[in-house]
């Protein structure tokens, strides 16, 4: 979950002082001056389409041996609301995955569809927590045990058949754990929910600590900041962007557990002190003044791995857009 250390302290002004500029646009304070709160009723709903690139890159090639694009939907209605929280359900929908995708991934694609989360949020619309992670983990394994049947349905190569009943049954092990089983649906809910709470005045950037969901009991925190470019009054409209990047050596060992996760290293051990990871994420968020919905999120990550061969990297591009 994304912890901040500026944290809501900057917001007090707003609710001490005069509201004077804008009764229409409740998150805009001045000219150069807005709030990120949302502004939501019991049922309002917002619906999604997220798309989905990465390309990955051997040496200083600037053309990728590898590309995949993966599109689907997202529906967020607001079922409940008190003083200080809102609750939320987030539906996943028509998933379709690349055309040069494997048959077999275009079925495992298929697990996620009618996919419900039920989380909530703080009285600003920062994530808090998730409240059906029990009815989640149940859903989790027991997907985890069709997706043997359809590896083993579209596989012929028996090696790779016992592999990944192998990386499977690792899988289901690790996500015993309801923060595991957490972490792995927290992305799409960050994306949208991980920067209310704040006060942001044009071109002055706002320092922020992170601290990243894991699977496993690594702890992964960073450091980042956050900039208000744009004010739209005319447009009910705001974009601001972040950087953000994860302790690295944080990041090396958590790299290293899920490497264990999924036996990437099929059973070799890896050499992570010859290893050099970094990570680095960019956002661009659009959000409305009069209501508090994003209504564009663009996340950028780069991450380079390095060793004695050569790097690697690869770019990943995820678009939120409001329909």
């Known amino acids: 979950m994304l912890r901040f250390a500026s944290a809501i302290s900057c917001l007090f002004f707003f609710f001490s002082a005069p509201f004077s500029f804008s009764q229409e646009y409740p998150n805009l304070l001045s000219s150069s001056k807005i709030t990120t709160i949302g502004y939501w009723n019991n049922g309002q709903a917002a ?7 990465s390309a990955s890159y051997k040496g200083k090639s600037d ?3 590898n590309e995949s694009t993966d599109e689907y939907d997202l529906k967020l209605k607001v079922t409940d609301s008190t003083e200080h929280t809102y609750t939320f359900e987030l539906t996943y929908s028509n998933f379709t995955t690349d055309p040069k995708a494997l048959a077999m991934m275009k079925e495992l694609a298929k697990l996620e569809e009618n996919l419900v989360i039920v989380y909530q949020t703080n009285e600003y619309g920062q994530f808090d927590t998730i409240l059906n992670l029990p009815e989640l983990k149940t859903d989790l394994l027991a997907k985890l045990e069709l997706a043997k049947g359809i590896v083993q349905k579209n596989t012929e190569e028996e090696e790779v058949k016992v592999l990944f009943d192998m990386v499977i049954d690792n899988m289901i092990k690790g996500f015993e754990e309801l923060h595991s089983v957490e972490a792995l649906f927290l992305t799409d809910i960050l994306m949208l929910h991980g920067f209310y709470g704040f006060e942001l005045s044009v071109g002055k950037p706002v320092e922020v600590e992170m601290e990243y969901p894991t699977i496993g009991d690594i702890v992964l925190s960073g450091k980042g900041n956050i900039t208000l ?10 974009s601001f962007s972040t950087n953000e990047r994860p302790d690295k050596e944080e990041l090396k060992e958590y790299m290293y557990s899920l490497a264990l996760l999924f036996m990437l290293d099929n059973k070799k051990k890896m050499n992570m002190e010859e290893l050099n990871i970094t990570l680095s994420t960019k956002k661009k968020l659009k959000m409305e003044l009069s209501t508090g919905w994003m209504t564009k999120v663009v996340n950028t ?7 004695k061969k050569g790097e690697q990297r690869k770019v990943s591009v995820k678009e939120y857009t409001k329909k």
């Open 47 to 53: 619906n999604y389409h997220v798309k989905e690139s």
């Open 63 to 65: 053309k990728p041996h």
């Open 229 to 238: 470019n744009a004010i739209n009054k005319a447009g009910d409209e705001c």
């Open 301 to 307: 990550s780069t991450m380079k791995l390095t060793n």
